[in-house]
Every structure is written in C-alpha cells, then in structure tokens.
Nanobody, 121 residues
Framework: QLVQSGGGLVQTGGSLTLSCATS????????MGWFRQAPGKEREFVAA????????YYARSAAGRFTVSADNAKNTVILQMNNMTPEDTAVYYC????????????????WGQGTQVTVSS
C-alpha cells in the first residue's frame, strides 16, 4: 500500500529526498508519517504530514533540517532532508494511520518497505 523511493549514501552536510507513494484513499484519509530505525536502536518518529489541513509534525532532531510535504496529484509524501549528519543514518520507513497529531508508531496501520539512508562523515 505504501511504496518508498529515494535514499542512499550522502556525505555530512548533504541532502537526500525520500518519497512515499500510496493510494488516494489512504493519502486523503490518514496521517502520513516518517520513522527511522538505526542499528541497535528503537524505531523513532521523524516527521508527519496530514493532508487534511496540511498540518506537519517534526521530531526535535528533524526540525529545521527536514521538511515533509506532499505531491497531492501523485498521492505522494516527500521527506526532504538537509544538512544531514551521521546520526541520521538509519532505515527510514513511511507509514499511514488514523492518528491524532503525530501519533505513535503503534497507531500507524500501513508501512512502507523501508529504505536505507547512510550519511558518511
């Protein structure tokens, strides 16, 4: 239901873009979130976008560097990541769920396949 693209390898200070395409039903009904999981760590919230009203939510680690937006015509949510650091290295997942605010990962019902993001020092 969620198909991710983008990611890869970037140097410190560089930028990457992740995309998550879904159906019109999911895109217009649910909050679209981004999570990440680094090796040996728990999965953590990164950002979220709610189509209805255009609300966005960010983790402290992402605020000011990452931007979540949407291409409504393509039912796609985009995570633009700038000024990246090695601490951003993780597998990134998009998710969709009927949540209040940003929600918790347990409230998201649909998950993308995950994509590796590696930031070299």
């Amino acid at each position: 239901q969620l198909v991710q693209s983008g990611g890869g390898l970037v140097q410190t200070g560089g930028s990457l873009t992740l995309s998550c395409a879904t159906s019109a039903r999911i895109f217009s009904s649910y909050t679209m979130g981004w999570f990440r999981q680094a090796p040996g760590k728990e999965r953590e919230f990164v950002a979220a976008y709610k189509w209805r009203g255009g609300a966005t939510y960010y983790a402290r680690s992402a605020a000011g560097r990452f931007t979540v937006s949407a291409d409504n015509a393509k039912n796609t949510v985009i995570l633009q990541m700038n000024n990246m650091t090695p601490e951003d290295t993780a597998v990134y997942y998009c998710a969709a769920g009927d949540v209040l605010g940003r929600g918790t990962e347990y409230e998201y019902d649909y998950w993308g396949q995950g994509t590796q993001v590696t930031v070299s020092s």
